[in-house]
């Protein structure tokens, strides 16, 4: 993937550039222009016909992703694209290979090479009920190639160790290698279940994981006493 990052850090976007029938997979709705590039929408499975129309309606019941990927396809040597995430905050661009795969949060997903998939690989219960990354099913790489994922806010890498395990507050984690475990509890504290406040992702092995320095469900709790809800 040829690609450019501009923008300022707060609210960048990707410019990627694409040679004549090359290809590359973007999240659904975040194509901000293009020039000699054709949009179409596929399913979200790597199966065809029937098979493929479950595959990819159980992927979207389980994990809340959509029912269908957008690729773009190349119809010139100087074709290009620009892609934009939903929310403000870094882009970073992850190498995915036979020796480097990664886990990916809800919403950190922006676009791929076209030689890069994702599965969504079964949490156990315990996981399932207590985080936000998809329910009973976790998003996690596959493939070769180049992967982009966005943050809210700044993007930070951290470093797990086998005698250094992180824990991090689940709204913050963005992605992590696949070669770390991680657990999912309830923080020390009382802390109120209907907004998922203060679950934390124990991180133990040796890997790395990306985090943002906000919370969006933070950001929605500071602003809602703002927002009129109903009208005299």
Request: with cysteine.
């Amino acid at each position: 993937m040829k690609y450019q990052i501009q923008g300022d850090s707060d609210c960048p976007l990707v410019h990627i550039h694409l040679d004549r029938d090359e290809v590359i997979k973007i999240e659904r709705g975040a194509m901000a222009y293009l020039s000699n590039v054709e949009l179409s929408g596929k399913m979200n499975s790597k199966k065809k016909g029937v098979g493929g129309l479950i595959s990819a309606m159980g992927r979207s019941l389980t994990s809340g992703e959509s029912l269908f990927m957008t690729h773009a396809k190349g119809l010139s040597d100087d074709a290009c694209i620009g892609v934009a995430p939903s929310t403000p905050g870094k882009i970073q661009c992850l190498t995915v290979d036979q020796n480097h795969q990664y886990c990916l949060n809800t919403g950190a997903f922006l676009c791929c090479d076209d030689s890069v998939s994702y599965v969504m690989k079964k949490q156990s219960v315990g996981k399932a009920l207590l985080g936000g990354t998809g329910g009973f099913f976790i998003m996690e790489t596959e493939g070769y190639g180049d992967v982009m994922v966005n943050a809210f806010g700044d993007l930070l890498v951290l470093d797990v160790t086998f005698d250094r395990p992180l824990t991090i507050d689940n709204e913050h984690v963005v992605a992590w290698d696949t070669s770390l475990e991680y657990a999912i509890r309830i923080a020390s504290g009382a802390f109120g279940f209907t907004t998922g406040e203060g679950l934390v992702n124990e991180f133990h092995g040796k890997g790395k994981v990306l985090i943002q320095t906000r919370n969006i469900h933070n950001l929605a709790q500071a602003i809602q006493p703002f927002i009129q809800t109903s009208s005299n």
